[in-house]
Antibody, heavy 119, light 107 residues
Framework: EVQLVESGGGLVQPGRSLKLSCAASGFTFSNYYMAWVRQAPKKGLEWVATISTSGSRTYYPDSVKGRFTISRDNAKSSLYLQMNSLKSEDTATYYC????????????WGPGTMVTVSS | DIQMTQSPASLSASLEEIVTITCQASQDIGNWLAWYQQKPGKSPQLLIYGATSLADGVPSRFSGSRSGTQYSLKISRLQVEDPGIYYCLQGYSAPWTFGGGTKLELK
């Protein structure tokens, strides 16, 4: 059974940093692209970052480019999101998701971890 | 960036009614379209991938179709467990983009 479990969320002040983690199990982690998707309170879904199987390629939307860094450790079946220079608009639930290799959709999602950026 | 325009933003329907939600892509995305259902406090659950393929474990009353750059999710007979928010997603090219969501309620 595929399982994704995020951790590391919490309350952080504007301008500070936070690192999220996602522990994966139930599949061969190194064979899949992985992604982060977020959802602000009462809002829709927004894609945040994607990383290739080896970690050599990363993709970001303009809203987080230069501030967020996605990475992975295939030996530990773990995905990470380093978030720097956080803003109030980064407040959201952050989901870890597996990327299907053919149609590039997100086929499995974790339960999410909440990040609140506030002074 | 590819824009996904989803409609309606909300709808109310009765049990056993047919429900249709659409997403219009701003350019050709082929079959790189997925549909999700999200219930309050939960992560999105995959319903349809490749525009028309039913995900594992999803009831057959859900179906997806495509006409050019317009994509539709149909619920053939609305059931009590179907209310929630539905989203489309294009995976054709980065940035991945979602539709704005459709809130489905029972009348």
């Amino acid at each position: 059974e595929v399982q994704l479990v995020e951790s590391g969320g919490g309350l952080v002040q504007p301008g500070r940093s936070l690192k999220l983690s996602c522990a994966a199990s139930g599949f061969t982690f190194s064979n899949y692209y992985m992604a982060w998707v977020r959802q602000a309170p009462k809002k829709g879904l927004e894609w945040v970052a994607t990383i290739s199987t080896s970690g050599s390629r990363t993709y970001y939307p303009d809203s987080v480019k230069g501030r967020f860094t996605i990475s992975r450790d295939n030996a530990k079946s773990s995905l990470y999101l380093q978030m720097n220079s956080l803003k109030s608009e980064d407040t959201a639930t952050y989901y870890c998701a597996r990327v299907n290799n053919y149609y590039w959709y997100f086929d499995f999602w974790g339960p999410g971890t909440m990040v609140t950026v506030s002074s | 960036d590819i824009q996904m325009t989803q409609s309606p933003a909300s709808l109310s329907a009765s049990l056993e009614e047919i429900v249709t939600i659409t997403c219009q892509a701003s350019q050709d995305i082929g079959n790189w379209l997925a549909w999700y259902q999200q219930k309050p406090g939960k992560s999105p659950q995959l319903l349809i991938y490749g525009a028309t393929s039913l995900a594992d474990g999803v009831p057959s009353r859900f179906s997806g179709s495509r006409s050019g750059t317009q994509y539709s999710l149909k619920i053939s007979r609305l059931q009590v467990e179907d209310p929630g928010i539905y989203y489309c997603l294009q995976g054709y090219s980065a940035p991945w983009t979602f539709g704005g969501g459709t809130k489905l309620e029972l009348k």
